[in-house]
């Protein structure tokens, strides 16, 4: 079964910038196909969409509020999605989590959306302090 491990939170001051990583197992050594989502949650908040990705061909999408300060990658030969997240604000606090859809028949903007996924990795606090 594929699982995801998400590493890579910790605390930050307003400006600063964190490397968050979503490790890919459970994949056979020609599957690599499927929509990766960042999504977060604050507290009290619910879930919201960060960024996604196909690592099938490198389309990204990212939520209005983090374009421009997020950047989201891939690296197929580690089985692992990044999201780079620079210039960091204090409402960016949150527990950051990595989920998968394996083979998306369309890669669209709607992998922005929680319900499109059936695997979730365990998150990873970001704080970000002023």
């Known amino acids: 079964d594929v699982q995801l491990q998400a590493s890579g939170g910790g605390l930050v001051l307003t400006g600063g910038s964190l490397r968050l990583s979503c490790v890919v197992s459970?994949?056979?050594?020609?599957?690599?196909?499927?929509?990766i989502g960042w999504f977060r949650q604050a507290p009290g908040k619910a879930r919201e969409g960060v960024s996604c990705?196909?690592?099938?061909?490198?389309?990204?999408y990212y939520a209005p509020s983090m374009k421009g300060r997020f950047t989201i990658s891939s690296d197929r030969a580690k089985n692992t999605v990044y999201l780079q997240m620079n210039s960091l604000k204090p409402e960016d606090t949150a527990v950051y989590y990595c989920?998968?859809?394996?083979?998306?028949?369309?890669?669209?903007?709607?992998?922005?959306?929680?319900?499109?996924?059936?695997?979730w990795g365990k998150g990873t606090q970001v704080t970000v302090s002023s």
């Open positions: 990705i196909s690592t099938n061909d490198g389309t990204t």
């Open positions: 459970g994949l056979t050594s020609y599957d690599y196909d499927y929509a």
């Open positions: 989920a998968a859809y394996s083979r998306p028949a369309y890669f669209s903007a709607a992998y922005l959306y929680e319900h499109k996924y059936r695997v």
